[in-house]
C-alpha cells in the first residue's frame, strides 16, 4: 500500500506557512515504512530539532482505480479514519529553500500516525462537516472541519487518479488546518474524530 497526502488543503494553514493557496491539490507520498500505529510513541528523531504535528482526516480506498471522475469518487473509498503527519520542519524548510523534494521531512520512519479505527462514510452526516481535533497535554491544539478544505475529498481522489493508481488499501491523508506546532518529549497526543478518541500517544 502506499500513503499519499494532500498539502496545503485548507487556507489557515497555508498561509500560517506562508504558502500560497494552490490552485489544484498538492500532493507527495509516504512509504508504508513511514506508518505508527496501536498508538504506538513516537520517537523524535536525533537528526531534526522540529518535528511538527499535523492532523488529517484520512480516507481508505477500496477498489483499483485510475482517472477516476469526482462524480465516481464516492465508490473509491468507504471508510474515513484520522491520522497524523509528522513533519520535520526543519529540514522541510532547508529543502524547500533549495527547491528539492520533500521526502526526508515527510517519508521517515514513524511520520505516518494512523489510527486503529476507521468508520463508515455513511454514519456521518455530511462529508463537508466532519469536526476533529488534537489536544496536546489536553489542552486543543488544532481544530479541523472538513468543509474548511479547499479541494473535498471527491477533487482529491480524482486529481491524485490522473497522475497515480489508487489500490485497495491505500491511505489518502487529507492535509492539516491551522495551528501545526512542535512536539517534545513527553508530550501526550490524543486525536479525536467528532466524539471518538482516536490517538492517544506520547512523544519520547
Ligand atoms: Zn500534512
Not at 66 to 93: H, M, P, S, V
Not at 116 to 132: A, L, V
Request: glycine share 8%; proline share 5%; charged share 25%.
Amino acid at each position: 500500500m502506499k500513503i499519499i497526502c494532500i498539502g496545503r488543503n485548507y487556507v489557515a494553514h497555508a498561509r500560517e506557512l506562508n504558502n500560497e493557496i494552490p490552485v489544484e491539490p498538492v500532493f507527495f507520498m509516504k512509504p508504508d515504512s513511514a506508518l505508527l500505529r496501536n498508538n504506538d510513541p513516537f520517537y523524535i528523531p536525533d537528526w531534526t530539532t522540529e518535528v511538527h504535528h499535523e492532523i488529517e482526516l484520512v480516507i481508505k480506498i477500496n477498489r483499483v482505480g485510475k482517472n477516476i471522475e469526482t462524480k465516481f469518487a464516492q465508490r473509491y473509498f468507504d471508510e474515513i479514519g484520522l491520522g497524523i503527519d509528522f513533519t520535520a520542519r526543519d529540514i522541510q524548510n532547508k529543502l524547500k529553500e533549495k527547491g528539492l523534494p520533500w521526502e526526508k521531512s515527510k517519508a521517515f520512519d514513524q511520520a505516518a500516525v494512523i489510527g486503529g479505527k476507521f468508520f463508515p462514510k455513511t454514519g456521518f452526516h455530511d462529508q463537508g462537516d466532519i469536526n476533529f481535533k488534537l489536544d496536546i497535554n489536553r489542552n486543543p491544539v488544532q481544530e479541523g472541519n472538513s468543509g474548511l478544505m479547499i479541494f473535498g475529498l471527491e477533487e482529491i481522489i480524482s486529481h491524485v487518479s490522473k497522475y497515480v493508481t489508487l489500490k485497495m488499501g491505500d491511505l489518502i491523508y487529507t492535509g492539516t488546518p491551522a495551528g501545526v506546532g512542535p512536539v517534545k518529549i513527553g508530550d501526550h497526543l490524543e486525536g479525536f474524530l467528532e466524539d471518538k478518541k482516536l490517538l492517544d500517544f506520547m512523544i519520547k
